[in-house]
């Protein structure tokens, strides 16, 4: 149908023409409410936006000589992030020479997976970057 004819028809209905596929051979084009398509469309973004949901990552830091009442009741943090379904990010720091006995923080990570197991899940194993070593733990479903 030829442009002109289109318009003439859209204009006695008292509805825009709108291009839908410009780049079909011809172009296919609507008759529709352009302004009542764009609200609905930013109406769709509005409720796909509210119901994403974003995953909020807490930290708890700690270090290789960290007591063992500390490191419990940072345990007790973290599970408590985790079952709000928070992601938790355990971090050990090193300061001077204790990064020469990696070892040390890599058995109190994993003894840290071992007690959250029950809420937890290991994202990301426990690796070293720069003068930290950290890992990443995921709620269970």
Request: charge should be positive; glycine fraction near 6%; hydrophobic fraction near 40%.
């Amino acid at each position: 149908m030829e442009t002109r004819k289109a318009l003439a028809i859209a204009l006695e209905k008292g509805t825009d023409l709108v291009e839908v596929a410009p780049n079909a051979n011809p172009p296919v084009c609507r008759l529709m409410d352009f302004g009542k398509f764009l609200y609905e469309a930013q109406k769709r973004e509005r409720d796909a936006r509210k119901s994403q949901t974003k995953v909020e990552i807490k930290e708890i830091r700690l270090r290789p000589k960290t007591g063992e009442h500390d490191i419990g009741y940072k345990l007790r943090d973290a599970r408590k992030f985790l079952e709000r379904g928070a992601k938790v990010k355990v971090r050990i720091r090193f300061r001077g020479r204790e990064v020469t006995h990696p070892e040390v923080a890599r058995e109190l990570l994993t003894r840290v997976a071992e007690e959250l197991n029950d809420v937890a899940v290991v994202e990301k194993k426990p690796s070293m970057e720069g003068m930290t070593m950290l890992m990443i733990l995921g709620p269970n479903d």
